[in-house]
C-alpha cells in the first residue's frame, strides 16, 4: 500500500500520467520509440544545425534525457519505498517491472539519440564513434533483456551536457559563456565523478546480492559491472582534461590581468 508522497513526487508523477501514461506509454514498442527518437533528432540536426552556436538536436536530448533521469532518480530515492514498499534499486535487481512508465521508455529515447549521434560523429573522429556506439550498444542491450529500470537512472550523466552545448552560444556574452563552462565543470564533477560511481555501485551490489532473481542470466551482473567500470574510467579521463582546461585558461587570465596593470603602470 502506497503511503503518503512529497509534493516533488507526487508532481512528478502527475506529469509523467499526463504525458505518458494517459497516451498508453507502459504499451509502447520500444523499438519503435528509440527509431522514433531517432528521427526526432535528426529532424532537429537537419533544420536547426548549429544554429547560434548551439547544436540543438544536442541539447534537446541532454534535456530530455538529463531532467528525465532527475526525475527517475527522485522517484528512486524518495518515492520508490512509499509507492511499492520496496526501496529502489532493491526492487529493480528483484526483477519487478519499472516504476513508472519513464523508467521504461527513457533508454529507448536514448538509444535512439545515439544513432543520430554517430552519424554525426563521423565528422569529429574516432572517440566520439566509439561514444555513439558504445551508448547505443548499452540502451540496446538493457531495452532487449527488458530491463530499462536498471540503466534509466544512470541517464542523469546527461544533465552536464545540458550546459556544455551551450557553452558556445552566439547570444551569450563571453561571461555567460564563462558561466556556462564552470556549470558544465560543476555539474560534470557532482553528476559523473560523485553521484554516478555510486548510483552504479549501490545498483551493481544489489544484483549480485540476488543472482537468484528468476529474471536474469548469470552474465546480466557482470555486464552491469563492467560497462559501469568502462564510464567510471571514461568519466575520469574527461575530468583530468576538464582540470587541465581550467588550470590553463586561469593561468592564462592570470597573466593577462599582470599585463593589463603593467601597461597601465607604464601609461601613468
Given at each position: 500500500?502506497?503511503?503518503?508522497?512529497?509534493?516533488?513526487?507526487?508532481?512528478?508523477?502527475?506529469?509523467?500520467?499526463?504525458?505518458?501514461?494517459?497516451?498508453?506509454?507502459?504499451?509502447?514498442?520500444?523499438?519503435?520509440?528509440?527509431?522514433?527518437?531517432?528521427?526526432?533528432?535528426?529532424?532537429?540536426?537537419?533544420?536547426?544545425?548549429?544554429?547560434?552556436?548551439?547544436?540543438?538536436?544536442?541539447?534537446?536530448?541532454?534535456?530530455?534525457?538529463?531532467?528525465?533521469?532527475?526525475?527517475?532518480?527522485?522517484?528512486?530515492?524518495?518515492?520508490?519505498?512509499?509507492?511499492?514498499?520496496?526501496?529502489?534499486?532493491?526492487?529493480?535487481?528483484?526483477?519487478?517491472?519499472?516504476?513508472?512508465?519513464?523508467?521504461?521508455?527513457?533508454?529507448?529515447?536514448?538509444?535512439?539519440?545515439?544513432?543520430?549521434?554517430?552519424?554525426?560523429?563521423?565528422?569529429?573522429?574516432?572517440?566520439?564513434?566509439?561514444?555513439?556506439?558504445?551508448?547505443?550498444?548499452?540502451?540496446?542491450?538493457?531495452?532487449?533483456?527488458?530491463?530499462?529500470?536498471?540503466?534509466?537512472?544512470?541517464?542523469?550523466?546527461?544533465?552536464?551536457?545540458?550546459?556544455?552545448?551551450?557553452?558556445?552560444?552566439?547570444?551569450?556574452?563571453?561571461?555567460?559563456?564563462?558561466?556556462?563552462?564552470?556549470?558544465?565543470?560543476?555539474?560534470?564533477?557532482?553528476?559523473?565523478?560523485?553521484?554516478?560511481?555510486?548510483?552504479?555501485?549501490?545498483?551493481?551490489?544489489?544484483?549480485?546480492?540476488?543472482p537468484n532473481n528468476g529474471c536474469d542470466s548469470d552474465y546480466f551482473k557482470w555486464f552491469v559491472l563492467v560497462f559501469g567500470l568502462i564510464y567510471n574510467c571514461l568519466n575520469g579521463f574527461w575530468f583530468y582534461k576538464i582540470i587541465r582546461k581550467m588550470k590553463r585558461k586561469l593561468i592564462d587570465g592570470t597573466e593577462r590581468?599582470?599585463?593589463?596593470?603593467?601597461?597601465?603602470?607604464?601609461?601613468?
Open positions: 500500500m502506497s503511503k503518503a508522497l512529497d509534493p516533488i513526487s507526487t508532481t512528478i508523477l502527475a506529469i509523467i500520467k499526463v504525458i505518458l501514461d494517459d497516451n498508453g506509454s507502459w504499451q509502447w514498442n520500444l523499438r519503435l520509440v528509440g527509431a522514433s527518437s531517432a528521427f526526432f533528432f535528426l529532424v532537429h540536426l537537419r533544420l536547426l544545425k548549429n544554429a547560434y552556436g548551439v547544436p540543438w538536436w544536442g541539447l534537446s536530448h541532454a534535456l530530455i534525457s538529463g531532467i528525465g533521469a532527475m526525475a527517475v532518480c527522485y522517484l528512486d530515492f524518495f518515492a520508490s519505498e512509499k509507492i511499492t514498499g520496496i526501496q529502489e534499486p532493491l526492487r529493480a535487481a528483484q526483477c519487478y517491472p519499472p516504476l513508472t512508465s519513464l523508467h521504461r521508455i527513457l533508454p529507448a529515447i536514448v538509444m535512439g539519440f545515439a544513432v543520430v549521434d554517430c552519424l554525426e560523429a563521423r565528422k569529429h573522429g574516432l572517440d566520439y564513434i566509439v561514444h555513439g556506439v558504445v551508448t547505443f550498444s548499452v540502451m540496446l542491450f538493457f531495452t532487449e533483456m527488458g530491463r530499462p529500470q536498471i540503466v534509466a537512472p544512470f541517464i542523469i550523466l546527461e544533465t552536464s551536457t545540458i550546459f556544455l552545448n551551450l557553452v558556445h552560444a552566439t547570444f551569450f556574452e563571453e561571461r555567460g559563456s564563462t558561466i556556462m563552462q564552470l556549470l558544465f565543470a560543476l555539474s560534470f564533477t557532482t553528476v559523473r565523478i560523485i553521484l554516478f560511481p555510486s548510483l552504479h555501485a549501490n545498483m551493481t551490489v544489489k544484483l549480485f546480492q540476488n590581468i599582470h599585463e593589463r596593470i603593467q601597461n597601465r603602470d607604464k601609461s601613468e
